[in-house]
């Protein structure tokens, strides 16, 4: 994410592989030798072709560009590359359906076996009562299509104790409303989340300790857990069955990152310099993390990318989704 993200913010306000065990195989008996190399190598190819994640969505900031542009015909590459459902956001001047009717919208995502389960939605909704008739008209459009999740995406005007504080009974609150229309709500981190108040405490402990679990779930960008210097695998089983949904998200290696600093800056105080990548190009061991994710609760695999070098943001929308398509859990 970089500074425009704050910005736009600001204005809203597995089946997992088993590995091959070479003895279970060996116990079975087919009739000859042959047959019994035959067979172990066609389940060894099996396995290995297997992906452990079969179903693997985007975040459509990713591609928000395009998609402002050509919005169907960029939901259908998307579809194309592999992905089978997206995360929106509420672009400005218009909302998480895109300038269609909810309806409209998941009739045209269906035609080309797509499905929106999640979104992000303004922030404000969680701190301004006044919006609570807006986010309840928002929770029924959702609800009328078969989302599961509307998610709050940014709370990084949020200083002390107190005003996180405020934000978690809007969380509770915002959570009985999707709730009663069979929604769930949820929280997206970044990586201020992480920083910690003169107690010891962070807001992202302060969330996951202070709102319901039987209303709110928590969304874990990885690559802002792993920005923020945390170990998110520690973050899934801690607080397991808490994080339902994340973000796929690769970070620079400690060598081209550091060849980024070299030349580039931070915009402000707020944003260090984006570091996103390709997925499989960076440091985070998604084999391992995902696997983790899969055996603590998640159950939403969302891939976005913030930072396209020597490349377009369709282009790694491509790769990550080819990259996703031959993941194999460890």
């Known amino acids: 994410m ?7 913010l600001r204005k809203a306000s597995l089946f997992a592989a088993t590995p091959l065990v070479i003895n279970e195989l060996a116990s079975c008996t087919p009739s000859s030798k042959s047959e019994e190399k035959k067979s172990d190598s066609t389940a060894t190819a ?5 992906p452990s994640i079969r179903e693997f969505g985007i975040q459509l900031w990713t591609v928000k560009e395009d998609l402002a542009k050509d919005t169907k015909g960029v939901l259908k590459s998307l579809a194309d590359y592999g ?11 218009s909302t998480i359906f895109w300038g269609m009717k909810p309806a409209d919208f998941k009739a045209y995502l269906d035609s080309i076996n797509l499905k929106m389960y999640s979104a992000h939605c303004n922030p404000a909704y969680s701190i301004d009562k006044k919006l609570e008739g807006e986010f309840s008209k928002l929770v029924d459009d959702a609800a009328s299509i078969g989302m ?14 107190d005003d996180w504080k405020k934000a978690i009974e809007g969380f509770n609150r915002q ?24 107690d010891g405490t962070t807001p992202q402990q302060m969330m996951l300790d202070g709102t319901d679990p039987k209303l709110v779930d928590f969304e874990l960008d990885l690559y802002w857990v792993v920005k923020a210097g945390e170990n998110p695998e ?6 397991s069955n808490r994080f339902k949904l994340v973000h796929v998200k690769d970070h620079f290696k400690d060598d081209k990152l550091k060849e980024v600093l070299a030349k580039e800056k931070p915009a402000d105080d707020f944003w260090p310099v984006g570091a996103s990548c390709d997925l499989g190009m960076g440091k985070i061991d998604f084999a391992k993390v995902l696997s983790t994710a899969k055996a603590n609760g998640v159950e939403y ?8 070098d020597g490349s377009t943001r369709m282009k790694s929308a491509e790769a990550d989704a080819n990259y996703m398509k031959k993941l194999i859990l460890v």
């Open 301 to 308: 695999f969302i891939v976005e990318q913030e930072r396209f």
């Open 46 to 50: 099996k396995l290995a072709a297997e």
């Open 2 to 8: 970089n500074l425009d993200r704050r910005n736009f």
């Open 234 to 239: 520690e973050w899934l089983k801690k607080y």
């Open 148 to 161: 599961k999740y509307l998610v709050n995406p940014f709370l990084g005007e949020l200083k002390t104790q």
């Open 175 to 198: 959570g009985e409303i999707c709730n009663k229309a069979g929604l769930r709500f949820g929280y997206h981190n970044h990586h201020f989340e992480f920083k910690k108040f003169t």
């Open 83 to 93: 992905y089978s459902h997206v995360e929106s956001f509420a672009p400005e001047k």
